[in-house]
């Protein structure tokens, strides 16, 4: 079961700004770079595959998991800084993470994650390549943002220096292909925008909410989420990477066509249908093109691309074909290259709950936000178990957590 604070932990990353010492015609966030890090690690690993190297992409996804909760917990603190203290002070630094995380993570997987992640913070040589794929990802995004901070930051003296830090820096990567092309400014650079512009559309656009996230940041999130479900019911490895990766990229078609709230889809009949015809013609014209062509048949299935139709959240297996399956526990080994769609609609559900929730709970609510909330809960309490995994007592422990943290903060 997934510790509430922990879930509030991963939103808190929406709060966390970034280059705030600098001026931003945009607000910058922790979430968001680290989303559009897991974004960039997919096609950085999957180039670095092509050419018949050995990436561990479950690996990968631990590692960028074990990075961004080390990232929520030292805040804001700056990355050339960081580095220094790493060098320097640690075994402190990632003791006191530890010490901050282990009430949230020890019951995870009973215990096996949290010693994971002990190792990881200890030996740099785990996962040693595709640390080095999400060290040059963090640099690509960071390098993506910093694009927008120069723009309204050119009369500050200091600039220029950081700019040509930020520009030579791309050579410590330059032995990664995928690093090569977007340097030449290739398709995949085009990708690299085209994802990072979900961190401009918010999500529940139509009304104030705290903290505010982004449909990037919530891609993010819905993948952490399908994350800890694998854990939880013991996936395959290829079947916990195809469930993460599909939540990553499952809103990414709004970069295209916006966000259109649920309410609207669904209460205009036939509405649905005409926006998932037009999000297939979209992809198919101005995503598909970018991706390299060897990776195009994986990407489609992670994107939902089935039988002319866009469905993300149906459960599936890919062999020769792709295949509707039911009772996913009888497929649960790599050779069949599983996705857990109705899992994931659970987690994109969840997600929008805690979205509302915590708002609420800090003090930002509406008619939309209120009414939201419980249209969500319904949903998930239809039908709470998925493969084993209630999400209905999720929603029920983070009632609860608010509950009570809402009467300690009035002091009754």
């Known amino acids: 079961m997934l510790n509430p604070k922990l879930l509030e932990l991963i939103f808190s990353a929406s709060s966390i700004q970034r280059w705030n010492d600098y001026p931003r015609m945009v607000e910058l966030v922790e979430l968001d770079k680290q989303a559009h890090k897991f974004i960039i690690a997919f096609l950085l690993g999957k180039i670095e595959a092509s050419q018949g190297k050995h990436i561990d992409f479950s690996a990968l996804i631990e590692a960028g998991v074990f990075e961004?909760?080390?990232r929520v917990i030292v805040t804001d603190i700056r990355p050339d800084v960081f580095r220094i203290i790493l060098k320097e002070k640690k075994q402190e630094l990632n003791s006191w993470v530890l010490e901050q995380l282990e009430p949230y993570l020890k019951d995870i997987e009973e215990g096996d994650f949290l010693e994971r992640f002990k190792n990881f913070l200890d030996d740099e040589n785990i996962y040693k390549k595709e640390r080095f794929i999400l060290q040059a990802s963090s640099y690509l995004a960071t390098r993506w943002e910093f694009s927008i901070i120069y723009q309204t930051s050119r009369f500050l003296s200091d600039i220029e220096n950081v700019k040509n830090a930020v520009e030579e820096e791309i050579e410590d990567y330059f032995e990664l292909l995928g690093v090569r092309k977007i340097a030449l400014q290739q398709k995949l650079s085009k990708f690299l925008d085209l994802s990072g512009r979900l961190r401009f559309q918010k999500r529940w656009a139509q009304?104030?909410?705290?903290?505010?996230?982004?449909?990037l940041g919530h891609m993010l999130v819905v993948s952490l989420f399908s994350y800890f479900y694998s854990l939880k019911i013991k996936a395959s490895p290829k079947r916990l990477q195809n469930n993460f990766f599909t939540?990553?990229?499952?809103d990414l078609p709004?970069?295209?066509?916006r966000d259109i709230i649920t309410p609207v889809k669904y209460s205009v009949t036939g509405l649905d249908e005409i926006i998932s015809n037009y999000e297939v013609k979209m992809i198919n014209e101005e995503i598909i093109p970018l991706i390299p062509k060897d990776l195009v048949d994986e990407f489609?299935?992670?994107?939902?691309l089935y039988?002319?139709?866009k469905d993300e959240f149906l459960d599936k297996t890919y062999q020769n074909s792709i295949k509707v399956v039911e009772n996913l526990d009888l497929y649960n080994e790599d050779k069949y290259n599983v996705i857990d769609g109705k899992a994931l609609k659970m987690c994109d559900r969840f997600a929008a709950y805690m979205e509302a929730s915590l708002s609420i709970y800090h003090g930002v609510k509406s008619n939309e936000l209120i009414s939201g909330k419980k249209q969500i809960y319904e949903k998930i309490k239809e039908k709470p178990i998925v493969n084993g995994v209630n999400f209905g007592k999720f929603i029920d422990n983070?009632?609860?957590y608010l509950k009570n943290s809402s009467q300690d903060y009035c002091g009754t």
């Open 398 to 400: 983070v009632e609860e």
């Open 247 to 250: 939540a990553l990229f499952h």
């Open 300 to 304: 489609s299935y992670l994107l939902g």
């Open 68 to 70: 961004f909760l080390r």
């Open 307 to 309: 039988d002319g139709k």
């Open 207 to 215: 009304t104030p909410r705290i903290p505010e996230t982004s449909v």
């Open 254 to 257: 709004e970069a295209l066509t």
